[in-house]
């Protein structure tokens, strides 16, 4: 069964403090792999897509790393307004839907 | 360019009563998913409509739910005779192929069943 587990499930960085979220996963031949951010009460906005192993994506202070196994999303100096929920999902190759992981809950401070 | 526009944005519905949800796609975009969020919970996959067709609902419940995207329209995502455990927030995504590199989502609906 296609699965994403996100960690974790929520993290507090002061302003300028660096740091990586977690999404593991497993799919029946990865078609692509999707980073969201939903602030609250809006619908996810779309940040990334990775396709294959190795592949990186940069926007901003983000940065989406791939492997077999699992992608990070990493954040460099952040800011408050960074503040959100980060979503991260997959789409197998058979089947057009995204599996979503429940989501890291990223608050900065100032 | 409107982005995925869903209605009503707030939808109070008592117990037994009936909930349609409404989605506009972006312009030409032809696939469209719906997708439930629970309190504390992600996001879950309910459906998969091409105009006029389902391609997938794996994710539907087997009674009270149904969901449709006719030849025009938008497509519509009912609900029958809903129970407090229906409250949530519905969100509607579209994109022009199952392929395209990152789904376009609406704003959501949300549903309060008193």
């Known amino acids: 069964e296609d699965q994403v587990t996100q960690s974790p499930e929520a993290l507090r960085l002061q302003e300028g403090e660096s740091s990586s979220l977690n999404c593991s996963y497993t799919?029946?031949?990865?078609?692509?792999l999707f980073w969201y951010r939903q602030d609250p009460g809006k619908g996810p906005e779309f940040l990334f897509t990775?396709?294959?192993a190795g592949e990186e994506k940069e926007k901003e202070r983000l940065k989406a790393t791939l492997t077999k196994k699992e992608s990070f999303l990493h954040i460099t100096a952040p800011k408050p307004e960074d503040s959100a929920t980060y979503l991260c999902?997959?789409?197998?190759?058979?089947?057009?839907?995204?599996?979503f992981g429940q989501g890291t809950e990223l608050s900065v401070k100032p | 360019n409107a982005g995925v526009m869903q209605n009503p944005r707030h939808l109070v519905r008592r117990r037994g009563q009936e909930a349609r949800l409404r989605c506009s796609p972006m312009?030409?975009?032809?696939?469209v998913y719906w997708y439930r969020q629970l309190p504390e919970e992600g996001l879950k996959f309910m459906v998969y409509?091409?105009?006029?067709?389902?391609?997938?609902e794996s994710g539907m419940p087997k009674e009270r739910f149904s969901a449709e995207f006719p030849k025009e329209g938008p497509s519509i995502l009912r609900i029958q005779q809903v129970v407090r455990g229906d409250s949530a927030a519905y969100f509607c995504?579209?994109?022009?192929?199952?392929?395209?590199?990152?789904?376009?989502f609406g704003s959501g609906t949300r549903l309060t069943v008193v």
């Open positions: 990775l396709y294959s």
């Open positions: 999902a997959v789409q197998a190759r058979e089947g057009g839907k995204l599996i």
């Open positions: 799919v029946s031949g990865l078609r692509g």
């Open positions: 995504a579209s994109s022009p192929s199952p392929t395209a590199y990152g789904y376009t």
């Open positions: 312009k030409g975009h032809s696939h």
């Open positions: 409509l091409q105009k006029e067709n389902i391609i997938d």
